[in-house]
């Protein structure tokens, strides 16, 4: 069984700064993509950061230099550092990974249980 686990969410005023936390735990090969999606009330669920395996790097433009995704492939976990937050960004954050299990194995996608972020004064 492969599980992320989450972390990190909480209640902050605007301008200020979270750190989220997702390590996928359980029998894995590896872990190729990893991102990190987010859900307002009444909205659709977006995309806010992935990264490859190798770094690379992508944001949705409402984030572009304000948060940062990383991660860390010994720990099998992704990190998202949101600064400068606005009101805007309340949402229920989730990651997800794209998981190989077993050398042999396909890849299958796994999503976290969501963490809130509210912003609010």
């Known amino acids: 069984q492969v599980q992320l686990v989450e972390s990190g969410g909480g209640l902050v005023q605007p301008g200020g700064s979270l750190r989220l936390s997702c390590a996928a735990s359980g029998i894995i090969f590896r872990v190729n993509a990893m991102g990190w999606y987010r859900q307002a009330p009444g909205k659709e669920r977006e995309l806010v950061a992935t990264i490859t395996s190798g770094g690379i790097t992508n944001y949705a433009d409402s984030v572009k230099g304000r948060f940062t995704i990383s991660r860390d492939n010994a720990k099998n976990a992704v990190y998202l550092q949101m600064n400068s937050l606005k009101p805007e960004d309340t949402a229920v954050y989730c990651c997800?990974?794209?998981?190989?299990?077993?050398?042999?194995?396909?890849?299958?996608?796994?999503w976290g249980q969501g963490t809130q972020v509210t912003v609010s004064s």
């Open positions: 997800n990974a794209d998981i190989i299990k077993t050398n042999w194995g396909s890849m299958t996608t796994r």
